[in-house]
């Protein structure tokens, strides 16, 4: 196996997997899993390995797909970004593969197979888009992995169909509107290799064919990153959605569409070309503030935790492209740990939801009052990963929101400095009422009733009116036959899923006490020259 | 002014079915319709690369040495094979809409949007 | 092994660290918990006292454990303002965990577990400030020292004390936001890499405008204003009076504000440096808010009843003498803010044990209702007595000496307003003190009649603080050497004029 060879097999391995899965399940339930995890944990390998190389040579991993030689063939190339962002897609898969053991196989009664192979589908058309680097290949990439992320967001509850053909609506406008952007680049360039487009752009200065263009696939990929007000499929997706689902996708399912907008901004039509284009960033990074505030506050208002945590996805993204749009050192390193570290801390959160769900069935927070005494090392987890997301040291969090307030300074931009610093507060405004109920308030005892009658029936369904008739008023929003069940009884959190939740904790406070390592050998090599 | 509309007659269409495409997308009740203007735009893309591919005087992209001995005398061929994928992908896109769409009308018993709404409120 | 003494900063640090782990494993059994506590702060405070003849011969610890951030490593250094602070702390932590175990148990409180880990964690991030190189490794052990103080705000879960705790996050966290915007913009525009604290400051009016730089300052001084309680952002301090007396004793009257003050002093004297301060103008406008606060907090406390919240706005106006201190830019004021530092941790925990033990024991809050309580607890009035007394200025107590100190700094500058403010300010000590002592001991009442002192886990660390206190203003180099300590920072920040 050469060097190079191995960013075909990242692709390669969990596409084999999609694709034997189905039939692997002929041999018998228990084989399953571990298929899947081996496709997933051999990415990941090889994921590291060029990673590995990648950062120790200082030197990009190519790899001409076929043999043909770019700008004819395909080329498959592993920088410090797509470094970063493999390694990133392949550890979380293989985590929240881990996480999911057991519970998905319970839920879908035999059919879990099915789920398996999309959720590799999906990983795959991950690995593709951050790998390549084709234009139309990133295109077909990115129908991969949306069409496969719109099949696992229909596995969940009762509304997940639905909430999956509105994403499938959008998602495809935004896959679309990138198409189209690309046929203008195609027009006015004649080739697809991201190189060879930069340099043909390069002299067609301010061209608007060239505008158009970027516009587009900003505007495409935007609504792929979930960037407000393009957000509008992510709430219903992530709330209906099995949690499975939504912790690997609320990871990196919209960072693919910010590393998309890396990619158009930076690479294609690198600094020296921007400056043509210098309205259309300063438009992003505005939408980028707004929806920083915006999803904040509706955050705030949400009674629903992974709505809650959804809406707080739409402003973290809002971090990584504000830190693109400043268009200095600081500013785009920091919108890529943001990447990084967000990615972490939401996986973190939507296991703890998962988990959380496995033990008491529901996900409303004003019925989480005790949880910190059931469950007290999730709830660990999930305060830690709550204080990352406020930005406090030394966890991750904290370390994007320091690179991202330099590169607000250094780009003069006081507005984008007092967002980012207020948009903290905020994030502190809607954990604090999350820990606040979790940790201090008392249980009510008619809730702790409830909570006792579903958790020893858990097995067999409640039946809904017995469960009503002590159900205090205000929870009923969630109508029961929408209210998944607790599928394990209380205290039997198996190591599968607190494993998963230890370890992307524990890597938050390693994220942010290893992050001077990431910016001086990572993520300096990001930075566009000339910046 | 005459020129700018029917030179480019083919862009100006192409233009039209992309709006057609995106209201029926945004504006429509109708999951049902939402996907039709889904498959409107997806077709009228396709047609705008195709209609990048030909050239003045250019023949089919099979290469015959009684046609033209150089490039110039074949329409581009890359288009019309970016395009081949591009109609996979779209075939996908809607199975899978379809399949959904099953399951939306098998759980709500309705195809429109605002109704499924009320249901979920 | 060298090695291993040159790294004693990192090791006081673990082993409150390790203690806060200790103590959440060992929930179940509060005898080895609370046993933890004592083991840690004693073995802290040999550390860090092991360290004292070093840093009194000159010897700087320096320790970089780790890059934090491109430019900044995470350092540990152990100069003489540092050394004053982490001894208040580690000696005092002492003193409060043997106070602590005799209140909580006497009240029999809840969540025992999470208040004496916190606790522990508060200290590890005050001694963590205390040897902070940098401001980045600064604002780091700032806000855990925030996060680690929450749990104990809102120790009762009591709808209000909730309400408090929010009020509290809402204070610190947005003052962190002001630090934590003025350590990035100080390091943009410093020219060679991270800035460490550096006595004369490494900011200065060469690579920046006057206007940035007052704007810079104005952030850093918000950001460690709110936990110094300098007015008008002083609200949380008395609000957080709701938690436990042991917390308000060593958090509200030690650790955290005084992770105020010593930042304050560790910006004005360290990152900008008196020279650029005084150049930009901005060492009187702070001035006078502390001479604001002074007095104001001081009118404040005459109206309180409830006795802990008599004491939290003496804790606010007393914190302003070091603020002020530091604004004067003198060498005598500079000795009078240090010297306070260590002067008004002592008093206050005395009088903050005090406080604790008369709630604890015989469930009074009121200072209307204590009257003659002199003749039941003596030996805690008595305590209490030196405290008052210490604050107002009595000589041959502590509070004289920095007051003292203060003036004659005033005098330097020659602005003749900070004496009246400080005598003022004495008057209204006396004032809103004395009537409390004057009804203890001279006033009969039929609730109290009998001796009934509180148990010795209590009653021992209160007049072990009071005795400490009358020392310390005897012979301030006795113990931890403070006075030594000031005029090194002051010859320091003076350009060796002390």
Redesign the interface.
């Known amino acids: 196996m050469t060097t190079s060879n191995s960013l075909a097999w990242i692709i390669a391995v969990p596409f084999f997997a999609a694709a034997v899965l189905p039939m692997v399940r002929r041999l018998g339930k228990a084989w399953v899993l571990p298929t899947a995890l081996i496709g997933s944990g051999a990415a990941l390998i090889f994921a590291l390995y060029a990673a590995a190389i990648v950062v120790g040579s200082g030197e990009p991993v190519r790899h001409e797909l076929g043999g043909w030689e770019p700008p004819w063939g395909i080329e498959l190339r592993m920088d410090h970004l797509s470094a970063v962002m493999t390694v990133l897609i392949a550890s979380l898969s293989f985590l929240v593969l881990v996480f999911g053991r057991g519970g998905m196989e319970k839920r879908l009664e035999g059919r879990s197979h099915f789920y398996y192979s999309m959720y590799m589908l999906f990983t795959v058309g991950l690995f593709g888009m951050v790998l390549t680097h084709d234009l139309?290949n990133l295109?077909?990439f990115l129908?991969v992995s949306s069409?496969a992320g719109?099949?696992l967001i229909?596995v969940g509850e009762?509304?997940s169909?639905?909430a999956?053909?509105r994403y499938?609506?959008l998602g495809?406008?935004g896959a679309?509107l990138f198409?189209?952007g690309l046929?203008y680049l195609?027009?006015i360039t004649g080739t697809l290799n991201f190189i060879d487009v930069a340099e043909r752009l390069a002299p067609l200065g301010d061209s608007r064919a060239a505008l158009v263009a970027l516009a587009l696939m900003l505007t495409g990929f935007g609504i792929k990153a979930a960037l407000f007000p393009l957000h509008a499929w992510l709430p219903d997706s992530y709330a209906y959605a099995s949690n499975l689902t939504v912790a690997f996708m609320a990871a990196v399912g919209t960072k693919v569409g910010a590393y998309g907008i890396f990619r158009v901004l930076f690479t294609i039509y690198e600094t020296g070309n921007l400056q043509f284009h210098m309205p259309v960033v300063q438009i992003m990074g505005i939408l980028a503030a707004i929806a920083i505030l915006a999803g904040s506050i509706l955050a705030m208002a949400q009674s629903d935790l992974k709505r809650m945590l959804a809406y707080s996805s739409v402003s973290q993204i809002g971090y990584v492209l504000l830190g693109f749009s400043m268009l200095n050192a600081n500013g785009i390193m920091g919108g890529v740990l943001h990447i990084v570290n967000h990615a972490f801390m939401k996986c973190c959160l939507f296991l703890v939801v998962g988990a959380m769900m496995a033990q008491v069935g529901h996900r409303d927070i004003r019925r989480l009052s005790g949880m910190g005494r059931k469950m007290p090392w999730v709830m660990a987890a999930f305060s830690l990963a709550a204080i990352s997301m406020i930005g406090l040291p030394p966890t991750a969090g904290f370390f994007s929101k320091w690179y991202l307030i330099l590169g607000a300074v250094d780009a003069g931009s006081w507005i984008f400095v007092a967002v980012i610093l207020v948009s903290s507060l905020l994030n502190a405004a809607y954990f604090f009422r999350v820990l606040e109920r979790v940790y201090l308030k008392r249980e009510d005892p008619a809730e702790a009733a409830l909570e006792t009658a579903v958790a020893t029936t858990s097995a067999t369904p409640v039946s809904g009116s017995s469960a009503l008739a002590v159900q205090p008023e205000e929870a009923l929003e969630v109508r029961e036959e929408e209210a998944p069940r607790p599928w394990l009884g209380p205290g039997t959190l198996p190591a599968t899923m607190l494993a998963p939740i230890g370890i992307t904790a524990i890597s938050l406070l390693a994220l942010g006490l290893g992050s001077a390592w990431l910016v001086e050998n990572v993520l300096r090599f990001i930075v566009p020259g000339g910046l | 002014m005459l020129h700018d509309i029917l030179g480019w007659y083919n862009y100006w269409l192409i233009a039209v079915l992309?709006l057609v495409g995106?209201y029926g997308?945004m504006a429509k009740r109708n999951?049902l319709k939402?996907?039709m203007g889904?498959n409107i735009?997806?077709v009228s893309?396709i047609l705008?690369?195709l209609t990048?591919s030909p050239k003045e005087e250019g023949s089919m992209p099979v290469f015959d040495a009684e046609l033209a001995s150089t490039a110039a005398g074949y329409a581009n061929p890359l288009?019309q094979a970016?395009m081949l994928?591009?109609i996979v992908?779209g075939v996908?896109?809607t199975g899978?809409?379809l399949a959904?769409?099953v399951?939306?009308h098998r759980?709500?018993g309705t195809l429109e949007e605002d109704d499924?709404m009320e249901d979920?409120r | 092994m060298e090695w291993l003494l040159e790294m004693r900063p990192v090791w006081v640090l673990t082993v409150t660290l390790l203690a806060t782990v200790a103590i959440l494993a060992s929930g179940r059994r509060p005898n080895v918990r609370e046993a933890w506590t004592i083991i840690a702060s004693i073995v802290q405070l040999i550390l860090v006292a092991s360290m004292i003849p070093d840093v009194v011969a000159g010897e700087v610890f320096e320790v970089r454990l780790l890059t934090l951030a491109s430019g900044f490593d995470l350092v540990l250094r152990t100069d003489p303002l540092g050394m004053v602070f982490a001894c208040v702390s580690s000696v005092l932590w002492v003193a409060t965990g043997i106070y602590t175990i005799g209140y909580m148990r006497s009240l029999n409180e809840k969540h025992q577990t999470v208040f004496y880990a916190s606790f522990a964690l508060c200290i590890f991030a005050a001694v963590g400030l205390a040897f902070s190189g940098n401001p980045l490794t600064f604002f780091v052990f700032y806000e855990i020292l925030t996060l680690a103080t929450y749990p104990l705000v809102i120790h009762k879960r009591t709808e209000k004390a909730i309400k408090i705790g929010r009020m509290y996050l809402a204070y610190t966290l947005t003052a962190g936001l002001f630090l934590l915007l003025a350590v990035g913009w100080s390091h943009l525009i410093v020219p060679e890499g991270g800035p460490d604290f550096a006595p004369g400051g490494f900011l200065s009016t060469s690579f920046a405008t006057p206007l940035t730089l007052t704007v810079l300052f104005v952030l850093f001084i918000l950001g460690v204003a709110v936990k110094a309680g300098l007015m008008p952002v002083h609200a949380w301090l008395p609000a957080a009076m709701i938690a436990p007396t042991p917390v308000s004793a060593l958090l509200h009257a030690v650790a955290v504000v005084k992770a105020g003050v010593f930042g304050v002093l560790r910006v004005v004297g360290y990152v900008f440096g008196y020279d650029t301060v005084s150049e930009i103008g901005m060492a009187l406008p702070l001035a006078a808010v502390a001479a604001f606060t002074i007095i104001a907090a001081s009118v404040v406390a005459l109206t309180a009843d409830n006795l802990k919240r008599r004491l939290a706005y003496s804790t606010v106006g007393q914190l302003s003498y070091v603020v002020l201190g530091a604004a004067l830019l003198t060498t005598a004021a500079t000795t009078g803010a240090v010297m306070h530092i260590a002067n008004h941790a002592f008093m206050k925990i005395t009088l903050f044990f005090c406080a604790g033990a008369i709630y604890a024991h015989l469930h009074v809050e009121k200072i209307s209702d204590m009257k003659g309580i002199g003749r039941a607890m003596p030996v805690t009035m008595g305590a209490f007595a030196v405290g008052a007394f210490g604050l107002a200025g009595i000589p041959p107590l502590p509070g004289f000496v920095s007051k003292w100190w203060l003036a004659s700094g005033a005098w330097q500058t020659g602005d003749w307003i900070f004496i009246v403010v400080l005598i003022t300010s004495s008057l209204l000590n006396v004032l809103y003190f004395f009537p409390i002592i004057f009804n203890a001991f001279f006033r009969k009442s039929e609730r109290f009649t009998v001796y009934n002192e509180a148990p010795v886990a209590m009653s021992g660390p209160i007049l072990a603080v009071a005795v400490a206190s009358i020392v310390l203003g005897l012979a301030p180099d006795i113990g931890p050497p403070f006075w030594t300590f000031a005029n090194q920072v002051t010859v320091a920040l003076n350009g060796g004029a002390g």
């Open positions: 139309f295109y077909v129908e069409l719109y099949s229909a009762r509304a169909p639905f999956a053909f499938l609506i495809t406008l679309l198409l189209l046929g195609y027009a | 992309i995106i997308m999951l939402k996907l889904m735009l997806q893309i705008f690369f990048l288009p970016l994928t591009a992908v996908a896109t899978l809409a959904l769409l399951r939306v759980t709500f499924i979920l």
